[in-house]
Nanobody
Framework: VQLQASGGGLVQAGGSLRLSCTASEIDISKYVMGWYRQAPEKQREFVALTSTGGRPTYADSVKGRFTISRDNAKNMVYLQMNSLRPEDTAVYYC????????WGQGTLVTVSS
């Protein structure tokens, strides 16, 4: 199983980025898909998830700024990030959870002030 995250980069505060996660060897329609992040010297934390039915859940810190979506036909999940803040700087990871959880490699998001 591979979860390939992409779309990270350097952006100024207030800017936007769109992360993508491409899954292979699983059918994401059967999985809860999520985004997590890990900032330097901090623990990995939950950002957002989308249920198999497409219902989103967000961490309080990103509500109103981030939007998670999924395209089951393309086997992809997205995270639209708007109004980015320096504290959003982290490596962002995609996950797929059903009976077990799968994790992809991360993509680095750096928000400059």
């Amino acid at each position: 199983v591979q979860l390939q995250a992409s779309g990270g980069g350097l952006v100024q505060a207030g800017g936007s980025l769109r992360l993508s996660c491409t899954a292979s060897e699983i059918d994401i329609s059967k999985y809860v898909m999520g985004w997590y992040r890990q900032a330097p010297e901090k623990q990995r934390e939950f950002v957002a998830l989308t249920s198999t039915g497409g219902r989103p859940t967000y961490a309080d810190s990103v509500k109103g700024r981030f939007t998670i979506s999924r395209d089951n036909a393309k086997n992809m999940v997205y995270l639209q990030m708007n109004s980015l803040r320096p504290e959003d700087t982290a490596v962002y990871y995609c996950s797929a959870t059903a009976v077990r959880a799968y994790w992809g490699q991360g993509t680095l998001v750096t928000v400059s002030s």
